[in-house]
C-alpha cells in the first residue's frame, strides 16, 4: 500500500516530495516526554505544539503521534485530521472546532498517552498539510486514516525524537 506522506512507499510509485515544515514542542524540555503527558499523569492530556510552513493550497492539517521503538512498529497513538488550514497550534489537552479523530493502534479515537516503561522510548510528533479535508467519519480506523494522509500531504515536518521513561 502506498503511504508516501508518512514515508512508506511501494515499488512503482511516483512521490513528489512534500514540502518542508517546521514544528515546534515547547512542552518538551530538552526532547523529553513530561510524565504529564504519559500514563504515569492520573488525567494524561494531548500536548501543546506549534507549527509553520504549510504550502500554498493546504485545505486540512494531521497531526500523528507514533513510537518508532514500540515493538508493533510503528505504534501509533494518536491521530488529529481536518485541522483547519489556518490553524498553527494546538493547545494542550484541547483540539480546535471541527478537528476529528481516528483511532490508533489500541483503537481509541483519542490521544492515546504513550506508557514508556524504565527502558523508554522514543516518540514521533509528525505535523502533515493536507491538499483536501479528508472525507472520513470521528473514529476512523488507523489505515483508513494513514491511507488518506499519505494520499493527500503536500507538506510536513516533525519534532526531533521525543523519549520519555517510567
Known sequence: MPLAGCGLLSSGVTVTAPAVMTMAGSAFPHNTLPERFTCAAAHPM???????????????????VDDSDAP?????????FDIGPGTSALLEGQLPPGALQARGTAGYAH???????????????TVYALDTVLNLPPGASLISAWQAIAAATIGRGRLPPITATS
Open 46 to 64: 494531548s500536548p501543546p505544539l506549534s507549527w509553520a510552513g504549510a504550502p500554498a493550497g493546504t485545505k486540512s492539517i494531521a497531526i500523528v
Open 72 to 80: 508493533i512498529t510503528p505504534y501509533v497513538y494518536w491521530i488529529a
Open 111 to 125: 490521544y492515546d498517552a504513550p506508557c514508556p516503561g524504565p527502558s523508554g522510548h522514543s516518540y514521533r510528533f
